[in-house]
């Protein structure tokens, strides 16, 4: 801290602010830890790759890389023809394989995140936590983590005094 009780230094504050988030407790856990309880640990993110590992031999005919390769030969092919109807019909196989792709990532996406968001909500659910608190707890969680990389950065000016 400073010399002069009556002033504080931008360090001092971020600091002081620092150690108020971290003191601020949800269900005995600060805003930080409580997204750490929420975040995925390995052995999930193991099963969450078997899920979807399953969903791509079970949900679909042809694998993802059919559809790829499939979009690729399907565009090239549309200015290989010159009939009119070879044009629509690879137009077609075109669009549907790029879309086929798109959607697959979708589904993908979407089962991955409402894994997360699963994951989520149980530890919210199991703390007590109401959805404002849950809001507050990202936010404080946020402004943790940049304070952080800011008192570490501060740190490291004050080792260097050169760097002034």
């Not at 669009?95 to 995140?113: E, H, K, S």
Request: hydrophobic share 40%; aromatic share 10%.
């Amino acid at each position: 801290m400073s010399e002069d009780p009556d002033k504080i230094t931008v360090q001092d504050a971020v600091r002081l602010k620092h150690e108020v988030n971290k003191s601020i407790k949800y269900s005995s856990y600060n805003a930080k830890e409580v997204r750490e309880l929420g975040r995925l640990n390995e052995e999930q993110r193991v099963r969450l790759g078997t899920e979807l590992t399953n969903i791509r031999k079970v949900w679909w005919l042809f694998p993802d890389w059919v559809m790829v390769v499939g979009s690729i030969a399907a565009s090239s092919s549309l200015f290989y023809f010159d009939g009119v109807a070879a044009r629509i019909a690879s137009a077609l196989a075109a669009i549907y394989c790029t879309t086929q792709v798109a959607y697959r990532l979708g589904v993908y996406y979407g089962f991955a995140r409402g894994y997360q968001e699963g994951q989520e909500q149980g530890v919210h659910r199991i703390l007590g936590i109401s959805p404002d608190e849950a809001q507050d707890i990202h936010e404080r969680a946020t402004e943790m983590k940049m304070d952080e990389g800011l008192i570490k950065k501060l740190d490291e000016r004050k080792d260097q005094p050169d760097a002034l």
